[in-house]
């Protein structure tokens, strides 16, 4: 059988307030290119880098919620090459000792199971600003030809790198550790884990290994991958591409490939022998970085409990079913909310039901997040009472749930406005249905005559009469007594 | 202009405040300097200075330092037209203390260099002898401050840039422990090596100038905490009961010339005279300087020159496509002695070479910094010749080699980032002869203690200052 080896190199952009090593705003979201800028991010001579706390503190919390080793002292280097949007023509980064090393998370599986992904180290280091090739419908295609713009905005804006090892097995797997690994680092509001914004990004390293023989391919790197779909996507060309190739008795190089967007394939990049020589040397304009246990210590309290045991928490506690935990847990507001919700409701399940369905969709569709609506656990609770109470029919609660999200008007004020307020007066669906039986008379005798079934005609009339606000036990209660008597 | 107000110190020109002191200077440079070529740009009006302690009083700085309103060439054609978008930290500094900047200083390119020939903006000369070279590589500095065309200069010093061309022109040159002066706004040449210090005509001009731009500065990590008050008290100049090494390695190096080593000795036992107590020593490391150095600071300016590939500032050549761009600027941008360098520095630190060159290196730097501080743990400076030989004649060395060697006396200083002075201790058929003073880290105001004594029992000082040669004392 021939299985996937596959490890990720993350690179999340820090939530910090100012960029890495100087004071410019890290929020360059909308600026005008080359505005946010200063004569250290451009690579003036004479400037040099002043680390920020943000760029520690935040790293440093990415590293605990990994299960990281802290390196009590760490170090920066250079990484030099040429490129027209690395200003200084290097990159500071930390490779000869990074801030933290042997991490592992959890990554649930879907079916119960976790796969426990080792991490190999955490460093911290600069964006690059932004190449805009003009002309070009990829960087890969422009390399060449074509001019060249560059924005240095993003030059600067702190990055945790994080590299896990080759312990994932399927490119299903690697997608739903980069979800993981973005949960978390939501979760701490260290990165946004947007990935189609680039502020979260992903390259992967794949070989295939056929694991009746233990032969293995080489490993091919996998660059330029801008969604979670195309994390499972792009590896999934790869696998099915070296797995070809070795059913073929083929060799496989050992390169860098892009993921190609438009085409949904990868192409390759650049061989071994054209990798550059970084020449890593320590970067002399910085002291080490020293974390003191006190600082890992504070950093440690912050951090909130994470996804995966609070998965495992709502399973105990309330019962849950994994997916509907998994999917509250994954977003520190959704899960705040599910808490707060059930805990006025005190029914846990139903609480859960309405969020993973109507909620989520209706989420979905604006595009919003829950803390953007004006939905509040109260109205859930009010929502729950009515359904309870059976003041409101389920399909109205439904109808009305949109509006209480986009208003935050109490839903038993929405129901009595619309009038939906369940009608269960017997009377009321006596002279209803008595309505639709003078106006049909042949489905009367229809009935009576034996066939049952129509009695679903008179329900339906009643139920569009009264705009399904009556109790359909009710009314077919009431519909058999008249039918069958009179 | 008042030929009286170049025999005072800082301090008692500072006290005639009152004077137009600048534009007797301005007047002196404009007419002077096209014989020396010391300055690569002057003003010819200056603005109001700021009230302080150095309230009108004129200083220059080397080319490699920021300062807005000027340009900042490093003596490379690829920053020529380089406007300095902002005012190093040792400038803001010196102005807030009402100092008034009239030019910059020409400098071998980018600093790397020991004789200033090597600049885009011609040779600097020695004004004890302008057929000499005037040491480098902040030899505009020095050529200034020798032939009194500014009270006194800042350079850098990297390997030896401001105590060489110091000693060669007769200046006193001081290079502080690594991280007392922020570098903040000095174009790096060798970011682990390179200090900011001043070339003055008395060690008292020194302390009063390293009392306002030492101390920590929040745009330079690499600063030390508390260092600006170590030079807010009196000097005290003393020798005798003070211990002080010599290293055997540097007095049997062949390259010591024999009156410079005579008028060392000379200086020795005039210290001994004054009670000091002078040994021989060995620190066997000291052989490997120069080597260590020359992978050291290619390799970090291997670096710290990538910058210049004419994208977004400086000298650019049209190309079509960015690789050529960078080839071609630096191709023309970039003079020979910087593209050996950067040549040298890019293949130590190729990932094939670390190990064997750069690393090997390193360890080294660590050896010599550990026999240093057992040194200091016994004696409480190491003195030396600042530089092997007198000043050569210009042109007259064309290996660079020769030239690197020149700075076997300086360099170690660098490594360990240890304090360090040149002080003029004589001359030697009318050119001066410098002498090395080195302390243990943080010994600055020691250093400068025992350079003032040294000054004391100097003879080639006049009333408290170095001389001006005569050509420019008229
Ligand atoms: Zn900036």
Same mark, same amino acid.
């Given at each position: 059988?021939?299985?996937?080896?596959?490890?990720?190199?993350?690179?999340?952009?820090?939530?910090?307030?100012?960029?890495?090593? @100087?004071?410019?705003?890290?929020?360059?979201?909308?600026?005008?290119?080359?505005?946010?800028? @200063?004569?250290?991010?451009?690579?003036?001579?004479?400037?040099?880098?002043?680390?920020?706390?943000?760029?520690?503190?935040?790293?440093?919390?990415?590293?605990?919620?990994?299960? @990281?080793?802290?390196?009590?002292?760490?170090?920066?280097?250079?990484?030099?090459?040429?490129?027209?949007?690395?200003?200084?023509?290097?990159?500071?980064?930390?490779?000869?000792?990074?801030?933290?090393?042997?991490?592992?998370?959890?990554?649930?599986?879907?079916?119960?199971?976790?796969?426990?992904?080792?991490?190999?180290?955490?460093?911290?280091?600069?964006?690059?600003?932004?190449?805009?090739?003009?002309?070009?419908?990829?960087?890969?295609?422009? !390399?060449?030809?074509?001019?060249?713009?560059?924005?240095?905005?993003?030059?600067?804006?702190?990055?945790?790198?994080?590299?896990?090892?080759?312990?994932?097995?399927?490119?299903?797997?690697?997608?739903?550790?980069?979800?993981?690994?973005?949960?978390?680092? !939501?979760?701490?509001?260290?990165?946004?884990?947007?990935?189609?914004?680039?502020?979260?990004?992903?390259?992967?390293?794949?070989?295939?290994?056929?694991? #009746?023989?233990?032969?293995?391919?080489?490993?091919?790197?996998?660059?330029?991958?801008?969604?979670?779909?195309?994390?499972?996507?792009?590896?999934?060309?790869?696998?099915?591409?070296?797995?070809?190739?070795?059913?073929?008795?083929?060799?496989?190089?050992? #390169?860098?490939?892009?993921?190609?967007?438009?085409?949904?394939?990868?192409?390759?990049?650049?061989?071994?022998?054209?990798?550059?020589?970084?020449?890593?040397?320590?970067?002399?304009?910085?002291?080490?970085?020293?974390?003191?246990?006190?600082?890992?210590?504070?950093?440690?309290?912050?951090?909130?409990?994470?996804?995966?045991?609070?998965?495992?928490?709502?399973?105990?506690?309330?019962?849950?079913?994994?997916?509907?935990?998994?999917?509250?847990?994954?977003?520190?507001?959704?899960?705040?909310?599910?808490?707060?919700?059930?805990?006025?409701?005190? &029914?846990?399940?139903?609480?859960?039901?309405?969020?993973?369905?109507?909620?989520?969709?209706?989420?979905?569709?604006?595009?919003?997040?829950?803390?953007?609506?004006?939905?509040?656990?109260?109205?859930?609770?009010?929502?729950?009472?009515?359904?309870?109470?059976?003041?409101?029919?389920?399909?109205?609660? &439904?109808?009305?749930?949109?509006?209480?999200?986009?208003?935050?008007?109490?839903?038993?004020?929405?129901?009595?406005?619309?009038?939906?307020?369940?009608?269960?007066?017997?009377?009321?669906?006596?002279?209803?249905?008595? #309505?639709?039986?003078?106006?049909?008379?042949?489905?009367?005798?229809?009935?009576?005559?034996?066939?049952?079934?129509?009695?679903?005609?008179?329900?339906?009339?009643?139920?569009?009469?009264?705009?399904?606000?009556?109790?359909?036990?009710?009314?077919?209660?009431?519909?058999?007594?008249?039918?069958?008597?009179? | 202009?008042?030929?009286?107000?170049?025999?005072?110190?800082?301090?008692?020109?500072?006290?005639?405040?009152?004077?137009?002191?600048?534009?007797?200077y301005?007047?002196r440079i404009r007419s002077l300097n096209p014989e020396i070529n010391a300055f690569t740009e002057y003003?010819?009006?200056?603005?109001?200075?700021?009230?302080?302690?150095?309230?009108?009083?004129?200083?220059a700085?080397k080319d490699?330092?920021?300062?807005?309103?000027?340009?900042?060439t490093?003596g490379?054609?690829?920053?020529?037209?380089?406007?300095?978008?902002?005012?190093?930290?040792?400038?803001? %500094?010196?102005?807030?203390?009402?100092?008034?900047?009239?030019g910059k200083t020409n400098m071998d390119e980018?600093a790397?260099g020991s004789s200033t020939e090597h600049s885009v903006q011609g040779v600097t000369k020695n004004p004890w002898d302008t057929e000499r070279i005037s040491g480098g590589s902040s030899g505009g500095s020095a050529s200034a401050v020798s032939a009194a065309l500014v009270?006194?200069a800042?350079g850098?010093?990297?390997?030896?840039s401001i105590?060489q061309p110091a000693a060669l022109c007769g200046t006193?040159g001081?290079?502080?422990?690594?991280?007392?002066?922020?570098?903040?706004?000095?174009?790096?040449?060798?970011?682990?090596?390179?200090?900011?210090?001043?070339l003055?005509r008395?060690?008292?001009?020194? %302390? /009063?100038?390293?009392?306002?731009?030492?101390?920590?500065?929040?745009?330079?990590?690499? /600063?030390?905490?508390?260092?600006?008050?170590?030079?807010?008290?009196?000097?005290?100049?003393?020798?005798?009961?003070?211990?002080?090494?010599?290293?055997?390695?540097?007095?049997?190096?062949?390259?010591?010339?024999?009156?410079?080593?005579?008028?060392?000795?000379?200086?020795?036992?005039?210290?001994?005279?004054?009670?000091?107590?002078?040994?021989?020593?060995?620190?066997?490391?000291?052989?490997?300087?120069?080597?260590?150095?020359?992978?050291?600071?290619?390799?970090?300016?291997?670096?710290?020159?990538? %910058?210049?590939?004419?994208?977004?500032?400086?000298?650019?050549?049209?190309?079509?496509?960015?690789?050529?761009?960078?080839?071609?600027?630096?191709?023309?941008?970039?003079g020979?002695e910087?593209?050996?360098?950067?040549?040298?520095?890019?293949?130590?630190?190729?990932?094939?070479?670390?190990?064997?060159?750069?690393?090997?290196?390193?360890?080294?730097?660590?050896?010599?910094?550990?026999?240093?501080?057992?040194?200091?743990?016994?004696?409480?400076?190491?003195?030396?010749?600042?530089c092997?030989v007198i000043a050569p004649k210009i042109g007259e060395i064309t290996?660079?080699?020769?030239f690197?060697?020149m700075?076997?006396?300086?360099?170690?200083?660098?490594?360990?980032?240890?304090?360090?002075?040149?002080?003029p201790?004589?001359s030697v058929n009318k050119m001066p002869v410098g002498?090395?003073?080195?302390?243990?880290?943080?010994?600055?105001?020691?250093?400068?203690?025992?350079?003032?004594?040294?000054?004391?029992?100097?003879?080639?000082?006049?009333?408290?200052?170095a001389p001006i040669p005569e050509r420019w004392s008229a």
């Amino acid at each position: 059988m021939l299985q996937a080896v596959i490890g990720l190199e993350i690179h999340a952009q820090l939530l910090t307030v100012t960029k890495a090593f @100087c004071s410019c705003s890290a929020e360059t979201f909308g600026e005008t290119v080359n505005s946010a800028v @200063c004569p250290v991010c451009t690579g003036q001579p004479g400037t040099l880098p002043i680390l920020g706390n943000g760029t520690v503190k935040l790293s440093l919390m990415a590293a605990l919620a990994f299960n @990281c080793r802290i390196n009590r002292r760490s170090f920066f280097d250079r990484k030099n090459y040429f490129y027209p949007d690395l200003p200084k023509g290097y990159q500071i980064t930390q490779y000869f000792r990074p801030l933290a090393e042997q991490g592992f998370i959890d990554v649930r599986l879907g079916n119960g199971q976790k796969r426990r992904v080792r991490i190999n180290r955490i460093h911290i280091e600069e964006d690059a600003g932004k190449t805009i090739h003009e002309g070009a419908s990829s960087i890969a295609a422009s !390399r060449d030809r074509g001019g060249t713009l560059v924005d240095l905005n993003r030059c600067g804006i702190p990055l945790a790198e994080i590299v896990t090892e080759p312990d994932i097995t399927s490119p299903r797997e690697a997608r739903l550790t980069m979800e993981t690994i973005r949960d978390i680092l !939501r979760y701490m509001s260290v990165c946004s884990g947007d990935m189609e914004k680039g502020d979260l990004r992903c390259d992967a390293n794949i070989s295939v290994v056929d694991t #009746e023989d233990g032969k293995s391919s080489q490993r091919v790197e996998v660059k330029n991958i801008n969604s979670f779909r195309f994390v499972e996507k792009a590896l999934e060309f790869e696998f099915e591409r070296i797995s070809e190739a070795m059913r073929k008795g083929h060799q496989i190089t050992k #390169e860098t490939r892009t993921w190609d967007f438009a085409s949904r394939t990868t192409i390759s990049m650049r061989t071994k022998e054209e990798e550059s020589d970084y020449r890593y040397f320590p970067e002399p304009d910085l002291p080490p970085l020293e974390v003191s246990e006190n600082l890992i210590d504070k950093t440690r309290r912050e951090i909130p409990e994470m996804p995966d045991r609070k998965t495992d928490r709502f399973i105990a506690e309330y019962g849950l079913p994994e997916h509907d935990s998994t999917v509250l847990s994954a977003d520190r507001e959704l899960s705040d909310f599910f808490e707060r919700a059930a805990g006025l409701t005190g &029914k846990p399940k139903e609480t859960a039901n309405w969020m993973m369905g109507e909620l989520i969709r209706i989420l979905k569709e604006q595009g919003l997040t829950i803390g953007q609506t004006l939905l509040k656990p109260e109205h859930m609770a009010d929502l729950l009472d009515l359904l309870d109470s059976g003041k409101i029919s389920s399909n109205n609660a &439904k109808e009305i749930f949109p509006d209480v999200v986009t208003t935050g008007v109490m839903p038993s004020e929405i129901a009595e406005e619309k009038g939906l307020h369940q009608v269960d007066d017997e009377a009321e669906i006596e002279v209803a249905i008595r #309505e639709a039986m003078s106006a049909n008379p042949k489905a009367v005798d229809q009935y009576r005559s034996g066939k049952k079934g129509v009695l679903s005609y008179f329900i339906g009339a009643v139920m569009k009469k009264t705009r399904g606000r009556a109790d359909p036990s009710i009314v077919n209660e009431v519909a058999r007594r008249l039918l069958e008597n009179e | 202009m008042d030929n009286r107000s170049f025999r005072k110190k800082l301090e008692q020109l500072a006290e005639d405040a009152g004077n137009p002191l600048d534009r007797d200077y301005l007047e002196r440079i404009r007419s002077l300097n096209p014989e020396i070529n010391a300055f690569t740009e002057y003003k010819t009006a200056l603005e109001n200075p700021s009230n302080g302690p150095l309230k009108n009083i004129p200083f220059a700085v080397k080319d490699n330092m920021h300062a807005v309103g000027f340009r900042t060439t490093c003596g490379s054609r690829i920053l020529q037209d380089y406007e300095s978008p902002y005012d190093a930290t040792v400038i803001r %500094r010196l102005k807030k203390a009402g100092a008034l900047l009239v030019g910059k200083t020409n400098m071998d390119e980018f600093a790397m260099g020991s004789s200033t020939e090597h600049s885009v903006q011609g040779v600097t000369k020695n004004p004890w002898d302008t057929e000499r070279i005037s040491g480098g590589s902040s030899g505009g500095s020095a050529s200034a401050v020798s032939a009194a065309l500014v009270p006194f200069a800042l350079g850098s010093d990297t390997g030896g840039s401001i105590r060489q061309p110091a000693a060669l022109c007769g200046t006193v040159g001081f290079k502080p422990t690594y991280g007392v002066v922020s570098r903040f706004g000095l174009t790096a040449f060798a970011s682990s090596l390179d200090q900011i210090g001043p070339l003055t005509r008395c060690v008292e001009d020194a %302390r /009063t100038i390293m009392s306002i731009i030492a101390g920590e500065d929040s745009r330079d990590a690499t /600063t030390l905490k508390g260092t600006r008050s170590l030079f807010l008290r009196k000097l005290e100049p003393s020798i005798a009961g003070k211990k002080f090494a010599v290293p055997i390695e540097i007095l049997e190096y062949e390259g010591l010339e024999k009156r410079v080593y005579d008028s060392f000795m000379d200086m020795v036992e005039r210290i001994r005279q004054e009670g000091g107590i002078v040994d021989e020593v060995s620190i066997p490391s000291v052989k490997y300087v120069v080597a260590v150095y020359y992978l050291i600071a290619p390799a970090e300016a291997s670096s710290n020159l990538a %910058r210049y590939e004419g994208a977004r500032f400086g000298f650019s050549d049209p190309s079509p496509n960015y690789a050529a761009l960078v080839k071609h600027t630096r191709e023309k941008g970039f003079g020979e002695e910087v593209k050996r360098r950067i040549l040298l520095g890019t293949f130590t630190l190729s990932s094939a070479y670390y190990e064997a060159y750069y690393s090997k290196a390193l360890r080294v730097r660590r050896l010599l910094n550990k026999e240093l501080s057992d040194i200091f743990s016994q004696y409480n400076y190491l003195i030396n010749p600042t530089c092997p030989v007198i000043a050569p004649k210009i042109g007259e060395i064309t290996d660079p080699l020769v030239f690197y060697l020149m700075d076997i006396y300086t360099i170690a200083a660098n490594l360990s980032g240890l304090p360090a002075a040149s002080v003029p201790s004589c001359s030697v058929n009318k050119m001066p002869v410098g002498f090395q003073i080195v302390g243990p880290r943080m010994k600055d105001m020691e250093v400068l203690d025992l350079a003032a004594a040294v000054e004391s029992i100097s003879p080639f000082f006049e009333h408290g200052l170095a001389p001006i040669p005569e050509r420019w004392s008229a």
